[in-house]
């Protein structure tokens, strides 16, 4: 077999190797995509209910006062940034990254809690104040993790360090679309007037107190609010990487058709060059 | 027997939607019984077990920490973990309590004592709730 042949071959064999596990990344991506999906859909419930009750405590009381409600000066702004662990995802890190820059320089902030390992590479490379971060949440994070998140956000707004909280993630739209978003945090929004269901001001009896249950509420609300954040950002890289596996293994089957008709030509060439040797040494003898 | 509904949620998933007849759950100071037409009612839940009568049978919920509210007839129950008595892993939950048991005990130095008490409470409500048993039968 002539040189160029066992090349063209090795390559077809490299190429295919690639493919099956592009294509091997792509299905259980979509596995973890449509597991991820199920668990924002099974969440839904919870963060529903919580806010819409939130609301209705605000709407029933006269004086809602509570630490985390409070509009402080804003001195310090902090943003909780939302990446993958792991690569292979497409734009999916680069898009999330560039729009939390953008949001930070427009809002000239430098505090970050990073939730993910590329984005906190990239922005310890950068040599912005990374207050805490939270790396390895796996591919189908719980409500632990997002309460361990919650913790140290609420530590470090309570100590006064952070005046202001948001979260920066990548929201889910479609499986082939993706956009990043910014949402505010703390202090929390409570939100009044959506509906008629928190106009109406019933009479509640609290139990023990309005304060205890705003002490127990809102900082459940903050977290639902974080599981969400988290859960969309899974959602949409198990999405992206999907798609960036699935157009890799186009590729290489792409590749492959093209190398395959070049191995071809060139054995068709090595096998008319043999044939044309042979007629032309025959005719040789005869002349 | 006047019936009302009853749902009982946590930041994962639905775990009771049904319609109840009455409902005795653990509010922070102390166990609250809720019938049909109660008044409109916002409390914190304990840890404990939540305990409700459907069609005349009795069933049991281990619950967390958490807030509920009564309005309109429906009872919402929204806790950090809730988990019907029938699915409690039985063995696993008495793991917990005999940790929770010995962390309490050793006394080590950096014992968080609030959180391996909250650990123990936890692990027995569940014990309790994977039995049947709860407060109100």
């Known amino acids: ?287 | 027997m006047k019936s009302f509904k009853l749902e009982i949620v946590n930041p994962e998933r639905v775990v009771v939607s049904e319609e109840v007849e009455s409902v005795v759950l653990p509010a922070v100071d102390g166990f609250l019984g809720i019938l049909r037409n109660h008044v409109p009612i916002f409390g914190g839940l304990d840890i404990g077990v939540i305990r409700y009568r459907k069609e005349g049978k009795s069933h049991t919920v281990a619950c967390n920490l958490g807030v509920f509210e009564m309005r309109e007839n429906t009872l919402r129950v929204l806790a950090d973990t809730a988990e019907r008595g029938e699915d409690i892993d039985v063995l696993r939950a008495q793991e917990a309590k005999k940790r929770a048991e010995r962390r309490l005990q050793e006394k080590a130095q950096d014992l968080d004592y609030v959180r391996a008490e909250l650990a123990l409470k936890r692990a027995i409500a569940r014990l309790k709730a994977a039995a049947g048993e709860g407060k109100g039968r």
């Open chain 1, 1 to 287: 077999m002539p040189e160029q042949m066992r090349d063209i071959k090795r390559r077809i064999r490299s190429i295919k190797n690639t493919e099956q596990i592009t294509k091997a990344m792509e299905m259980v991506a979509a596995a973890r995509l449509r597991r991820a999906q199920s668990k924002v859909e099974s969440a839904r419930p919870y963060a529903e209910e919580i806010r819409k009750m939130a609301g209705r405590i605000a709407a029933s009381l006269e004086d809602v006062s509570h630490p985390l409600l409070v509009e402080r000066e804003v001195r310090n702004t902090g943003f909780v940034i939302f990446t993958s662990d792991r690569g292979l995802c497409g734009a999916f890190n680069a898009r999330v990254i560039r729009f939390a820059q953008d949001v930070l320089r427009e809002r000239d902030a430098r505090s970050i809690v990073a939730v993910g390992r590329k984005g906190r590479d990239f922005f310890r490379r950068r040599g912005y104040d990374l207050l805490a971060e939270f790396i390895g949440i796996g591919d189908e994070p719980g409500v632990d993790v997002a309460r361990e998140v919650v913790r140290h956000i609420l530590k470090l707004y309570e100590s006064g360090a952070l005046d202001e909280i948001n979260l920066v993630y990548t929201e889910f739209v479609s499986t082939s679309r993706q956009r990043p978003v910014v949402r505010r945090l703390l202090p929390i929004e409570i939100p009044t007037g959506d509906g008629n269901e928190s106009r109406r001001a019933d009479d509640y009896i609290y139990e023990p107190s309005p304060k205890r249950v705003l002490d127990i509420i809102l900082p459940r609300f903050v977290e639902a609010q974080v599981y969400r954040a988290m859960l969309e950002a899974k959602v949409s890289e198990h999405a992206a990487r999907m798609l960036a596996m699935g157009n890799a293994t186009e590729n290489a089957g792409e590749m492959i058709n093209q190398l395959t008709l070049s191995f071809n030509k060139a054995r068709q060439a090595a096998i008319t060059k043999e044939l044309t040797e042979i007629v032309t040494g025959a005719e040789a003898l005869k002349g």
